[in-house]
């Protein structure tokens, strides 16, 4: 169905929260666990996030920014029953478990590919734009997220003529949802009517289902359904497919670290899905264009190097006439990807140029190109009701970087946590940035004050 030739795809980046640390904190991750206990730097990590942003505002892309969340979370601590002072609540929780201080002051929510699934007005039975906030129930560490994040993204999409906000899936592993991850859609426009295509890890009521054995399965069969029926999808224009477990017990948590789509191209690995074959038969079968898709031997780029380098984690993007593919920068250092990539560049591919971007910091912990993104696609009335305060620009740009230069620090070990400097820093950084996005009292500590 042809739609809104204007519509747009705007990525909006997870900005690096202050407290950005290596915890070890994801299992089946193999970033996370292979950089539990190193030093990080929260300033370099919110700057080389940034530096992406801006460079694909500059190539006339349109780029939005959604803001970090407050940690550590002292309100999930006192939850857990640690009492007295802020200061008081931090210490005794590093005396009692310094593990779990962790898990309620990682910066996890930069990754916002896992934000949020989001389905664009095109595809909706009420015209609206839908967002659904992820469960994250399979991490702790990411199940602390929900609660903020729909409160940032109702700020960012107020509008109610526009936009339709629902809660998270309810918190249990049978509903574990990863949001856009798992989430791709495809079409020939973006305002055209698309195939929202969902992946999922396994079946929680269906044991004969096959399901990874040495890693989790972070996100079910259910959520994915539960969220097409919220989101109004037309059960013509949706596909399920499941996640090979074989490659998910190689360290492929999420999809989006083993496919990418954008519009009518797919690039998957051969070892994707299960079922492979049928799936990619689904889906075309679902478009009504053709679908154009790349499909990465074993022989030429291994799983392991797949998830080591993040080839798959890159965006797919389009740039004027032409594909964009932008990948980090590990992905230039295995001989193996990099002779692949511009051997697909070079070649008769719908992929045109690709861009190489520093992401050190948020790789360590297995975030890469496309995890720092919420793709929303909106037509220009939908992008002009959004909070504009939100968007890139030249000025945004050179206001967040000072705002990193001031509030950040550029070394953080998991023992800092503790320090109450550091939450009193990462309360005033996220103060001001309040102002700076104009998205009201989205903290617990600006509502209990
Ligand atoms: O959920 N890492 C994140 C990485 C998320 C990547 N997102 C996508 N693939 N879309 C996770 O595993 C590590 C935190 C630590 O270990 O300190 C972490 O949460």
Known sequence: MAGDTNAVEVNFDGLVGPTHNYAGLSFGNVASKKNATAVSNPKEAALQGLAKMKALHDL???????????????????????????????????????????????????????????????????????????????????????????????????????????????????????GAANHTRFCRDYGDAGVEFFVYGRHAFDDSKPAPKRYPARHTVEASQAIARLHQLSEKRVVFAQQNPDVIDEGVFHNDVIAVGNRDVLLCHQEAFLDQASVLAELRSRMETELRVIEVPTTRVSVPDAV??????????????????????????????????????????????IQV???????????????????????????????????????????????VGQHYRDRLHEADLCDPKLLHESRTALDAL???????????????S
């Open 357 to 403: 971007f520093n992401l050190t910091q948020s790789m360590s912990n297995g975030g890469g190109p496309a995890c720092l993104r919420l793709r929303v696609v909106l037509s220009q009335e939908e992008l002009a009701a959004c909070n504009q305060n939100t968007l890139m620009s030249d000025t945004l740009y050179a206001t967040l970087v000072e705002w």
């Open 60 to 178: 006339g892309l349109s780029q939005g920014v959604l803001a970090p969340q407050e940690r550590p979370d002292v309100h999930t601590l006192r939850r857990l029953g640690f009492s007295g002072t802020d200061a008081d609540v931090l210490s005794a929780a590093h005396v009692h478990d310094a593990r779990l201080l962790a898990t309620c002051s990682s910066a996890s929510s930069m990754w916002t590919a896992n934000a949020a699934t989001v389905s664009p007005s095109a595809d909706t039975a009420d015209g609206k734009v839908h967002f659904t906030p992820a469960n994250l129930v399979n991490k702790f560490h990411r199940s602390i997220e929900h609660i903020v994040t729909g409160r940032i993204l109702r700020s960012t999409f107020a509008d109610t003529r526009y936009f339709s906000h629902h809660h998270a899936l309810p918190s249990v592993e049978q509903f574990g949802d990863e």
């Open 308 to 353: 080591s380098s993040y080839l798959f984690n890159s965006q797919l993007l389009s740039v004027g006439s032409e594909t964009h593919l932008v990948v980090p920068k590990e992905c230039r250092s295995n001989m193996d990807v990099w002779a692949y990539l511009e051997a697909l560049r070079d070649g008769d591919s719908p992929i045109d140029e």
């Open 434 to 448: 309040t102002d700076i996005l104009g998205l009201g009292s989205v903290y617990p500590f600006q509502q209990c």
